[in-house]
């Protein structure tokens, strides 16, 4: 599977450190206490690993709890910037936005998922701040299945046995017979849909991004079900997002 770890072994006290800045990001600040109930670890442990990263701008204390610091978000947007792909798309994903009136997504795969690099939210009104940098799964996403598809079978296969085929509404398909026949169709057709299968009620077009024969990630479009209909995905939306990856790809091109 493209990007997929060589080794599972860790470092124990990196783990550790890693689970500090999870525990940090989901409980949006917390104590040294209540991070060491949380970890079953030692509070000195957890302090000395708080007081390293508080060094470095991890982690900030404030009002006697710590909190993710700034120099995570620096780290991020370097490596967002790294990737030719955000730069390229990035103006194409604006045009979109303008252009459809609805949720515009860049995702890129790592590790078999998907995260969000770049996104506009149109006129739905949700904050895309709250989705930017998040993951999602492969196969229950229109981004995400527009890539898969373009898998080799034991690449899909590392997928499914990291991540498994969690049901996230009733429409998610969940089989992997299914998912096999879905992707077949997508790289028929050169698109995927996503119709309430991670969110009910949303409906997501989405076509792939490929320069020089590399698979860079997906370029989606989403929006409520009842203004992005099959019918629309299928028609304009579908002839939007293929003048646009034209766009990133020559803005690759010359980039």
């Given amino acids: 599977m493209p990007n997929e770890p060589t080794s599972r072994t860790g470092v124990k006290s990196d783990e550790t450190l890693f689970a500090v800045l999870s525990a940090l990001r989901d409980a949006d600040g917390a104590g040294v206490t209540e991070l060491a109930d949380r970890l079953d670890v030692a509070k000195s442990t957890v302090h000395n690993h708080l007081a390293t990263m508080r060094e470095h701008g991890f982690v900030v204390k404030r009002d ?3 909190h993710l610091g700034l120099a995570l978000f620096e780290y991020g947007q370097s490596v967002r910037n790294g990737h030719d792909v955000y730069r390229a798309a990035r103006p194409v994903v604006d045009d979109l936005v303008e252009t459809t009136g609805e949720m515009v997504w860049l995702l890129t795969p790592e590790n078999g998922r998907v995260m969000y690099l770049y996104g506009g939210a149109g006129e739905t009104g949700i904050d895309v701040d709250t989705i930017l940098g998040s993951w999602d799964y492969m196969h229950c996403t229109a981004g995400g299945k527009a890539i898969l598809a373009h898998y080799a079978e034991d690449e899909v296969d ?17 089989d992997r017979e299914e998912l096999a026949s ?22 997501a077009l989405a076509v ?18 009842h203004r992005v209909s ?13 003048a646009s990856t034209n766009d990133i790809e020559l803005n690759l091109a010359y980039a």
């Fill in 158 to 174: 590392a997928v499914v046995d990291r991540h498994g085929l969690p049901a996230r509404t009733p429409n998610t398909v969940t």
């Fill in 230 to 242: 099959r019918e629309r995905c299928e028609t304009d939306l579908l002839e939007a997002l293929r």
């Fill in 208 to 225: 792939p991004l490929r320069y020089e024969d590399e698979l860079v990630g997906s370029l989606a479009v989403a929006g409520p079900a």
């Fill in 182 to 203: 879905e992707l077949e169709t997508v790289r028929e057709r050169g698109y995927a849909l996503n119709l309430g299968e991670d969110l009910e009620g949303i409906h």
């Fill in 64 to 66: 006697g709890e710590y």
